[in-house]
């Protein structure tokens, strides 16, 4: 990326430098990680990189106007959650002869939910524009509003711009958020195509509607039960309750505590009481849990007890029967190695030393996850272990291996596939079985499915700098990589896989998480952005999360657009769940990331 100027790089700048901690909160609040207070005028250790953030001294034309655009649409949103748009203000920002189409929809697909539970309204939109005064774009704001409620949010984002000597064309997303009297919810997100005066005081010319979405529910459909369930626990109300935001500053640093772990959870029954339990693996210096579900709605941490209070940084964790004894082994998978506890049967667990898994730690991978499936059809369960980048020790504030090319990184450290020979034994078999190509792709998540319907599974891995995998199980242990051959290697950052058949054919399809950016989305698409050949390439890593709908044949066709499935923020993972319980699958998508003042940073 030849022309990577301050711009593109500030969000970097932030995350690596200007974080901090409010760490004045009492108990009860809510610990957060916050920015730390700029002294001005060069005085403040961080003003240095404050310097590089600013885009008034960036070379890029469109980065300056997306900043001055921004404003002005900050105030469009104040005005949306205030329920009040002062006239005055309005016309200052409207240039003489402004047009625009309605900001809401005369018509459009609607969709009624299981039992009427929620409605939906969807029109791909208006781009032609007539003549608009000032006090009629001002209903049509108070229109737009009134749509939500009590608008709670309402958030602006720009992911396109164009700047001429003339004009700024900016795409921006709006989501509003909000509450009717009788307590009905509502979301809105739609696109504008925008066009404003040149630099200086823009001043707002077109605007034309892209596509709407309106999603309204009776209630919430789930209740926040955190406090119910754990908060009689006394290892959550003085540990989990606070978060790493908080632990960070109270740890020392040689730990190597990672604010960006984002470890999940492991589910299973490990006490074999018919009650499903928890795992919860934590950053490098706080212990990780085990949560024994107690029948009655209600949760105890019993990690000491049960001999699972690893300290150690951990990726993930799995349940999973690795002996055939009919209750759930633990595989740990910590930075360093792959640790295995075996059930008892008894709700403990033994430490399972020399299993064949610590080959990982002795080739200096950091291995993060793994994912369980008997793909030699042998009748045991068999192990994946994937790994992001090499050990570069506890505390180093390096990382030991940096993903080049960015867009095809395959330098990341290697993932490993281990044969199950019985009575808890494992062996290397990566490269043997084929799972040595592509094998170093800075990998987050790994997922087995038979989706070709052959009755052997195989896997795909989502990777965070590129190219994804999909090993195709060709038997006999042997395993070839068609990811691109198939066209589901979906360039990208992937963060997470998922398989279900979302639209009832009877063929398993996949859903890959990646990241939506509307700033990585706005610079791939400058002039400026000179990474010859590859600026279809970048804008495809910033479009979102992929499903990918299985035609049979080992085929499949990306939807991911017409479908809508594609935008989820900055995704970390997916899972495909019947809400409504009306036989068709919805997707959950957990998502977001460290943010600073700015919130266009991410």
Known sequence: MGSMTRCA????????????????????EIYRLGVPARAGEGEGPLDWVYERVATSGDSWSGERSSDEVKAALDKISGWLVEGKVPPAALAELLAPGFRAAPLLPAAGKETVGSGGSWRSLRSTGEPGVAAAKTEEFEKELLR???????????????????????????????????????GEFSQVRTTWRMEWTGAGQVRLKTLGRVEFEKVSMAGRAFTDSTIECLGADPVFNRQLSRGVGHWRTRIDAASGMDVYGHQGIAVGDFDGDGWLDFHVPQPAGLPNRLYRNLGNGTFSEVARAAGVDVLDGTGGSLFVDLDNDSDADLVVVTSLEVLLFENDGKGRFRRGAGSGLEKAGRRSASTIGCAAADYDLDGDLDLYIFSYVFWAGAGSKLQSTYPYPYHDANNGAPNFLFRNEGKLRFRDVTEASGMSVNNQRFSLAASWCDFDADGDPDLYVANDFGRNNLFLNEGGGRFREVAQKLGVDDVG??????????????????????????????????????????????????????????????????????????????????????????????????????????????
């Open 9 to 28: 790089v500030s969000a970097l700048w932030l995350v690596f430098f200007a974080l901090g901690v409010r760490s004045s909160a009492q108990d009860g």
């Open 144 to 182: 737009l509003g009134a749509a939500c409620g009590r608008v709670s949010k309402a958030h602006f984002k720009i992911f396109r711009v164009s700047a001429g000597k003339e004009s700024i064309r900016t795409d921006v997303l709006l989501e509003l958020d909000g509450v009717s009297d009788k």
């Open 493 to 602: 950052n992937g963060m997470s896989v998922t398989w279900e058949d979302f639209d009832n054919d009877g063929r398993i399809d996949l859903y890959v998480g990646n990241m939506w950016s509307s700033a990585g989305s706005r610079i791939a698409g400058q002039p400026e952005f000179q990474a010859v050949g590859l600026r279809e390439t970048y804008r495809r890593m910033s479009r979102g999360n992929s499903l990918f709908r299985n035609v049979g044949g080992g085929r499949f066709e990306d939807v991911s657009l017409q479908s809508g499935a594609f935008f989820g923020r900055w995704s970390w993972s997916g899972q495909f769940l019947d809400v409504e319980g009306d036989g068709y699958e919805d997707l959950y998508v957990v998502n977001g990331f460290i943010s600073n003042e700015n919130k266009d940073d991410l």
